[in-house]
């Protein structure tokens, strides 16, 4: 997922994750560390932070 980043005024790559293939459930991890997270889907989390689910 990236986030804005207002110090560099682009987008950066802030959580990574996995979800299940049907979209219902996962788990998602900041990149600069932190715990993990239970997420319903990645577009809840996504709007959560303010962020763009990127797929890869």
């Not at 110090?7 to 996995?18: A, L, N, Q, R, S």
């Not at 979800?19 to 996504?46: C, N």
Request: hydrophobic letters at 30%.
């Amino acid at each position: 997922m990236d986030v804005w980043d207002e110090d560099t005024d682009t987008t950066e790559h802030c959580y990574y994750g996995v979800t299940h293939p049907d979209g219902d459930g996962g788990m998602a991890r900041r990149i600069a560390g932190g715990g993990t997270h239970l997420i319903r889907d990645p577009e809840t989390l996504a709007n959560r932070v303010g962020g763009e689910v990127v797929w890869i």
